[in-house]
């Protein structure tokens, strides 16, 4: 009774209702598009620093971390992996050797970060090979690199040429090789593509004179929401004195505190909206009160209960907030499905302006339910507050009067 | 009479002893260099947790020129450097190229040693960059030894701002060397020892370098071999004698 009683208010002034309902559909519609861009691109973030760089959990000496030099590398021995092929949810362990040296061809030098890598487990973790775009992927046993395309551009040289590399080694050895490159590799951070030389894990192991060092373990793990145990498991497990276990969060500080401003400023740009969206709303709310003091005035001389008058007008906002709720979050759901699955890419000038600031240029949509909930939850709860208003005009409602001024 | 012979008896004596600190460091310097020299020696270079030697031979000629040809450890067997006045190269066989070491390079480490480039290079001469002074004589591992402290003039290019050093009042060895940066800091430490016959001269063998600040750290020089006064040429010091040289 009350529920229709409610309902037909609503759609008894259509323009009214139609009005605040879209402004709030509006409201939801930007605010979920907004959301969902800034969380998927943050997944993103996280998933291409944590699929190329670190995995998301890493072991290294403890030290590492602090000064990554060669020689802060630690012993690779078939008991400690072990230990962490056995831990659950540890899929593959990526081990690596990695550090800086010279690349140089002909005339033209460039610092490069050089990383030894074992061809096959690196694969699944960073999917390299699916980088490559000119020649092929190096195998274990190959004398021969792989450069990243942007480094191979500076350096103007091709598969087929020999890269020089000059650098110092594990405790201050010399280290100095030729290489010929076996393929290019194209990533889309600019900071990779710039600089990576890939070498066979045993190559770099003499290159740099550490036979049989590594620089850290990365590890692929099952589900992303298992790091902090997997992390507690391995370091219950293994020598803490010597080896150190970080999961992705520590791994990338700069990244997680980016991450959060980004993450502030994009909530307080939300607020802002939710602000003009609240202000819209208690204009119609004030409008509608108005234009119905008339009307209230006469429900209650004809003995309509206040109680009752308040909670069928409460009733009307609550179902115009889930309307405008549901509304919003239905025009928004196909798009972000849609960009979820085809990500934008940006092509052209504005592509390469991002890129330098070494951002991937694409967009990238969260699904996430949070996104919808946390919308619906800050209009219902607007609603609700600002919903005392009319309650309060009830309140103290005089029949008589209302009915006067109203005319 | 009398003590006007002991007078001018007193001043000969005055005269062959009391050499001037400058004599003093020039004959160390004259020593150790000679006009030319050619040497074999064993570079190991120790840390706390580790140990590396590196067997190399060199060749010199004054302060101007010198070479080092790496023999040992096999990966870096044939490496080179040379220095020429002030400019220094690399010859690394393994990549068949000579690099120039940029002046950006110098205050790094040599090797991984405790040296740093300059070091090597150090076109400064101890003799005529410094204002030298005698201080306090001192006995070191029962040698009679001449304390000098030299601080450098203020045009010449140094990167010290004061050196000790101790030399022996016999031989004229240097001993002990103690390299203070221009706020008074000690930042290396010099320990020359095993004074033996080598090459037809009697002199340290055996060379530590200990940096101040990590104690744990040093450099140690032995010398295998030394031949002095070779007459080598300038023309040896060069950057195709470089790449040929063994």
Redesign the interface.
Known sequence: MYFILAWRNIWRNKRRSIITILSIAFAVLLACVMRSLQLGSYNRMIENAARFYTGYIQVHKNGYWLDKTLDNSFENNAKLINTIANTKGVKVAVPRLESFALA?YSTKTKGALILGIDPIKEDSLTKVKSKIIEGEYINNGDKSVMVAEGLAKYLKLGVGDSI???G?GY????A???YAIKGIMKFPVPMQNNQTVYLPLKEAQWFF?APNQLTSISLVVDQAKNVDRIVSDLSAHIDTKALEVMGWRDLMPDLVQGIEIDNISGQIMLWVLYAVIGFGMFGTFLMMTAERMYEFGVMMSVGMERLKMQFIVFMEMGMMASIAVLTGIGIALPFLVYYHLNPIFFSGESAKAIENFGIEPAYFFSLDPVIFYSQAWTIFFMAFILGFYPLFIIQKLKPVEAMREAL | MKYLVSGLFLLLTFQAVGQTAKEIVKKADDKMQGESNKSEMKMTIVRPSWKREITMKGWSMGREYSLILITAPARDKGSAFLKRKNEMWNWQPSIDRVIKLPPSMMLQSWMGSDFTNDDLVKESSIVHDYDQTLAQDTIISGLDCYKIIMVPHENAAVVWGKVIVYIDKVNFNELLVYYYDEDNFLVNTMILSDVKEMGGRIIPTHLEMIPADEPNNKTVIDYLNLEFNLHLQESFFSLQNMKRVR
């Open positions: 140089s020089v590399l000059i110092q405790h201050g050895a010399n100095a090789a030729i004179d």
